[in-house]
């Protein structure tokens, strides 16, 4: 198959994602309009989280762009049953879902080296329910879409629980290298917000104070907070009663496809981005 690499663009001071970041006329990641976007969330949780406030953490972000859809957008965003499944990507002839999971090993420590796994994208990852993407990357957003229209078909997050200590407490931000759960380290809340963004179809803006921003501090709370950008990125796109707007105005031929980009930092330092990470059809963010 023919290997395809997120671009994004700009869509007043929000950047939409692309199918191909190369190109700066290809064409927009989108949902059809009307959609009713499930997220499940793994039943396992985040086992290092007191009680399952990372849950109510994952919903609270929800909520956040749940509650702009709902104002301007044919979009909704919900909470589905928690799932079993914890494999991500999208699967032809399979029943595919939105999933969040938190993975708990490193596939390096786990997948026997030279394992074939090793050569497919997310395939040690979902074999071995590991993570298997950059060390830096504190969460991706794995995007599964048809390459030639844009229609987003299927879209997970995973979080990396083996190198960042992810919290769900308001205060009082965790001191330099001496994080835990019972202060600010890397919020939950924050970081699945941005994440939902790219799920949404954004990819990272440039804009200082974005929910969007590809950087962050150990002991953000401000992604919690959709920008006025972000905000209406959503009314943009997906206007109530009116078709999605995918940047082409004439239907292309469908073939699946997929690719991925990320959201990483340095282990208790910035938070930086990798971008355009593509591996075979999915997009990482």
């Not at 917000?193 to 401000?222: C, D, I, K, Q, Y």
Request: hydrophobic share 35%; net charge negative.
């Amino acid at each position: 198959m023919i290997l395809k690499v997120v671009l994004t663009i700009a869509l007043a001071q929000a950047v939409r994602s692309r199918v191909d970041d190369r190109d700066p006329a290809s064409q927009c990641l989108w949902w059809p309009e009307n959609t009713a976007i499930q997220l499940r969330l793994s039943v396992n949780g985040n086992p290092e989280t007191p009680a399952e406030t990372e849950f109510a953490a994952i919903v609270a972000a929800m909520n956040t762009w749940q509650t702009k859809l709902s104002a301007c957008s044919s979009l909704s965003l919900t909470e589905g049953p928690r799932t079993q499944t914890r494999k991500v990507g999208y699967f032809d002839k399979e029943t595919n879902e939105n999933i969040a999971v938190f993975r708990l090993r490193r596939c390096s420590e786990i997948a026997p080296p030279g394992d074939a796994c090793y050569g497919e994208p997310d395939n040690c990852g979902n074999q071995f329910d590991c993570w298997q993407h950059q060390e830096a990357a504190i969460a991706i957003t794995t995007t599964s879409y048809n390459p030639n229209t844009g229609r987003i078909l299927d879209s997970d997050i995973e979080f990396n629980t083996p190198t960042f200590i992810f919290s769900t407490v308001d205060a009082p931000p965790c001191l330099a290298g001496a994080y835990s759960t019972s202060c600010v380290a890397t919020d939950v809340q924050n970081t699945t917000t941005h994440e939902l963004g790219h799920l949404l179809g954004l990819g990272h803006s440039p804009g200082v104070g974005s929910t969007m921003s590809f950087r962050a501090n150990p002991g953000e709370l401000s992604k919690r907070t959709l920008d006025a950008d972000s905000a209406r990125f959503v009314c943009e796109a997906y206007p109530a009663g009116r078709p999605s707007q995918t940047c082409f105005l004439e239907p292309v031929s469908p073939e699946l496809g997929a690719a991925a980009k990320g959201c990483s930092a340095a282990p208790g330092g910035v938070l930086l981005a990798i971008a355009g990470l593509l591996l075979r059809r999915r997009r990482r963010s």
